[in-house]
Nanobody
Framework: QVQLVESGGGLVQAGGSLRLSCAAS????????MGWFRRAPGKEREAVAT????????YYADSVKGRFTISRDNAKNTMYLDMNTLKPEDTAIYYC????????????WGQGTQVTVSS
């Protein structure tokens, strides 16, 4: 059973930056793909960015392209989300999750980390 722990959230002014981390624990961690998701107040959860754990190919939601960068450190079983030029609409709880195989659903959801961007 994989356990994922997010960290790095906080309060930042519009235009600022934050780095989120997602650390995976477990005896043997494997993943096909990892992703960052967010849920803003009153909205559905949405995918922000995902990364193939093996070859590093990435996906970004249109709303964050050019501002957010997803990366991973396989040796540390850790994924990152560098968020720049933050906007108030980026305010949400950010979660990370793992897709163990190409066809599996995302699992191992962490507890989330709050990101608040003030205008």
């Amino acid at each position: 059973q994989v356990q994922l722990v997010e960290s790095g959230g906080g309060l930042v002014q519009a235009g600022g930056s934050l780095r989120l981390s997602c650390a995976a624990s477990g005896r043997t961690f494997t993943a096909f793909r990892m992703g960052w998701f967010r849920r803003a107040p009153g909205k559905e959860r949405e995918a922000v960015a995902t990364i193939n754990w093996t070859d590093g190919t990435t996906y970004y939601a249109d709303s964050v392209k050019g501002r957010f960068t997803i990366s991973r450190d396989n040796a540390k079983n850790t994924m990152y989300l560098d968020m720049n030029t933050l906007k108030p609409e980026d305010t949400a709880i950010y979660y990370c999750a793992r897709k163990s195989t190409r066809t599996a659903s995302y699992d191992g959801w962490g507890q989330g980390t709050q990101v608040t961007v003030s205008s």
